[in-house]
């Protein structure tokens, strides 16, 4: 992707961005109760989100987070919570963009996790 088309990307969901920050940013990360706050949280928006993705031939070949994720929430005596609906379907842009929030989650985590 070109310099000029990742600016567009940042610009164009800045917004979003800014408001999932503030989302995952009211969780309490030193403590117990924040962090299976955060991890049930993920948890209901994980499983629509992979379905979605795998309308993307290479995403087969990613691997799927949500049975890691099932088994923090177990480690923490916690069962997945109910899944949130994902909206409408926009075929392979809607797939390529839930890629794009997904993949740059294991980013957000590894911020997250430097802060723990």
């Known amino acids: 992707m ?3 088309a990742v ?3 940042r610009a164009a969901t800045q917004g979003a961005h800014y408001h999932v920050d ?6 309490d990360l030193t403590s117990r109760a924040g962090y299976r706050a955060l991890l049930t949280a993920h948890a209901r928006a994980l499983p629509a989100a992979e379905a979605r993705m795998r309308a993307l031939p290479f995403a087969a070949t ?4 949500l049975p890691l994720l099932a ?3 177990a480690d923490l005596g916690l069962a997945m919570p109910p899944p949130l609906a994902l909206g409408s379907d926009e075929g392979a842009a809607g797939a390529w963009g839930v890629l794009y929030v997904v993949e740059g989650s294991r980013l957000g985590g590894a911020v997250l996790a430097q802060s723990v």
């Open 7 to 9: 600016a567009a990307l």
């Open 2 to 4: 070109s310099d000029t």
């Open 22 to 27: 503030a989302a995952c940013g009211r969780f």
């Open 71 to 73: 088994a923090d929430l």
């Open 62 to 65: 990613l691997e799927p987070r």
